[in-house]
T-cell receptor, first 116, second 116 residues
Framework: AQKITQTQPGMFVQEKEAVTLDCTYDTSDPSYGLFWYKQPSSGEMIFLIY??????QNATEGRYSLNFQKARKSANLVISASQLGDSAMYFCAMRGPGNSGYALNFGKGTSLLVTP | ETGVTQSPTHLIKTRGQQVTLRCSSQSGHNTVSWYQQALGQGPQFIFQ???????GRGNFPPRFSGLQFPNYSSELNVNALELDDSALYLCASSLAGTGIYNSPLHFGNGTRLTVT
C-alpha cells in the first residue's frame, strides 16, 4: 500500500526567504506520480507541481521546485522568495496503480506561515 | 475554462438524516472523484466515477454512494449520517486517458458538512 509522510506539522518562514517542505513516500509500484497541493483557508485544493517516477530532472513551476530523491523516496517542495500569500496548508500526494482508481493518496499536510 | 464547482458551500444536518452534495466538473473533464477531509487531516478518497460507473472506491461504507451524469456532473449521497461524517467534502475532476500518473486532479472549493 502507498503511504505519504509529512513530518512537519507547521513551518514558519520570513517573507522573501526560501522554505523546504518535507515529504517521504512508500510504494512498491515502479510507476507513480507525486503531486503537491496548496490549500488556503478557503478550502480549495490548488495543484502546484508534479513529478513522475521516471523523470530524470527535478520539476519546477515558477517559484516552486520539487527536490526528488528517488532512492531515498523523498519529494520535498521548495518555495523560493516566499510571499505572504503563500501562507496555507501544503499537501504532498501520490498517484499510482496501488490505489483504487488511481486515486490521490495524501499526507497529513504542513501548515506554512509566512511572516513579514 | 470553467473550473470545478460544488454546492452547497455549507450544510448542517442532524444525525440519521441523508444528504446530497453536488459537483460540476471542469469543462472537458470526464472523470470525477470525491474526497472527505476531516479537520486537521489530509483528504481521504471516497470513490471515483468514469463514464457514469464507479471505477474506484476507498475505505468507506456503502451508505456513501454517488452518481455521475452524462454531462459529467456528479452527486455524493450519504445516508444515515453520523457525527464523524462532519468534514469538508471535496470534488475533483480530471481527464482520463491522458497519462494517469501525471494528470493532476482539479478540485472545487468543497462543501463543509456539519452533523449535529
Amino acid at each position: 500500500a502507498q503511504k505519504i509522510t509529512q513530518t512537519q506539522p507547521g513551518m514558519f518562514v520570513q517573507e522573501k526567504e526560501a522554505v523546504t517542505l518535507d515529504c517521504t513516500y512508500d510504494t512498491s509500484d515502479p510507476s507513480y506520480g507525486l503531486f503537491w497541493y496548496k490549500q488556503p483557508s478557503s478550502g480549495e485544493m490548488i495543484f502546484l507541481i508534479y513529478q513522475g517516477s521516471y523523470d530524470q530532472q527535478n520539476a519546477t513551476e515558477g517559484r516552486y521546485s520539487l527536490n526528488f530523491q528517488k532512492a531515498r523516496k523523498s519529494a520535498n517542495l521548495v518555495i523560493s522568495a516566499s510571499q505572504l500569500g503563500d501562507s496555507a496548508m501544503y499537501f504532498c500526494a501520490m498517484r499510482g496503480p496501488g490505489n483504487s482508481g488511481y486515486a490521490l493518496n495524501f499526507g497529513k499536510g504542513t501548515s506554512l506561515l509566512v511572516t513579514p | 475554462e470553467t473550473g470545478v464547482t460544488q454546492s452547497p458551500t455549507h450544510l448542517i444536518k442532524t444525525r440519521g438524516q441523508q444528504v446530497t452534495l453536488r459537483c460540476s466538473s471542469q469543462s472537458g473533464h470526464n472523470t470525477v472523484s470525491w474526497y472527505q477531509q476531516a479537520l486537521g487531516q489530509g483528504p481521504q478518497f471516497i470513490f471515483q466515477y468514469y463514464r457514469e460507473e464507479e471505477n474506484g472506491r476507498g475505505n468507506f461504507p456503502p451508505r456513501f454512494s454517488g452518481l455521475q451524469f452524462p454531462n459529467y456532473s456528479s452527486e455524493l449521497n450519504v445516508n444515515a449520517l453520523e457525527l464523524d461524517d462532519s468534514a469538508l467534502y471535496l470534488c475533483a475532476s480530471s481527464l482520463a486517458g491522458t497519462g494517469i500518473y501525471n494528470s493532476p486532479l482539479h478540485f472545487g472549493n468543497g462543501t463543509r458538512l456539519t452533523v449535529t
